[in-house]
């Protein structure tokens, strides 16, 4: 398999060889498909013999993924990029980025590809959470993420990979607050969904909450991404 961020770092040889993708048997490469992650399991966390190591790999291909596509946007690429979890699931961005801290360049990339997996895992959830959050959310974050109105299931996935495509090829802090305002609206979705069950379906009412505290973590912590990016210090 080969991993879309490879081609934009073609000229960075060493940084490919230091992923722990390498490590992978041609076997594994090979045979390789695609897992897809239910919605309420998509906090996978990767075991690993050297945490430093892994830690330094999440940092180093992040970065240089970023640098190399923002500061040349091939349109091939950046395609590749937004739907490399539909062709190819998650793992292989879990294995580099998914122990990194929530509040760091891959901690960030880490969760918008989540976001993303889970709108397009069940987009008529999705567009049921951000129309319920849309009507009970007293803010402006239904405008800052950007849905039409009424915002479907195909709107929201066009969203969720815009906002991922701006990473690439737009303002980078603006994408991740558009992410955060986006996580804001379904987590009030979720919440309020959870009051609606809780008398009648106790488990369904548990789930809805789970994923509201989740994505309601995931704005907080885009939104300090954002702010450290202006500032230069996302590390």
């Known amino acids: 398999m080969c991993l879309p961020w490879a081609a934009a770092l073609e ?3 060493a940084l490919v060889a230091a992923s722990s993708l390498d490590r992978m048997s041609d076997s594994s490469r090979e045979f390789h498909k695609p897992v897809r992650r239910p919605a309420e ?3 996978r966390v990767f075991s690993a013999e050297d945490p430093a190591e892994v830690s330094r790999v999440a940092h180093t291909t992040a970065h240089a993924l970023l640098a190399r596509v923002r500061a040349d946007p091939d349109g091939a690429i950046v395609d590749r990029l937004v739907a490399f979890t539909d062709e190819h699931g998650i ?13 760091t360049l891959p901690g960030a990339l880490w969760r918008l590809y989540l976001v993303q997996l889970m709108i397009h895992d069940d987009p008529r959830t999705a567009a049921l959470l951000y129309e319920r959050g849309r009507a009970e959310l007293a803010s402006a974050d239904d405008v800052v993420a950007g849905a039409p109105s009424p915002a479907g299931p195909e709107e929201l996935v066009a969203l969720v990979d815009t906002i991922l495509r701006g990473l690439f090829e737009g303002d980078f802090a603006v994408a991740l607050d558009r992410a955060a305002a986006f996580c804001r609206v379904q987590a ?12 009648t379906e106790p488990e369904r ?7 509201a505290l989740r994505l309601s973590d995931y704005a907080a912590d885009l939104t300090v991404c954002a702010g450290l990016w202006r500032r230069d210090a996302l590390s």
């Open 205 to 211: 009412a548990s789930a809805f909450t789970t994923r």
């Open 41 to 43: 399991l998509f906090d």
């Open 91 to 103: 793992d292989d961005i879990a294995e580099l980025w998914s122990r990194s801290p929530a509040r």
């Open 11 to 13: 000229r960075e040889p």
């Open 188 to 199: 009030s979705g979720a919440t309020h969904l959870a009051d609606d069950y809780e008398a």
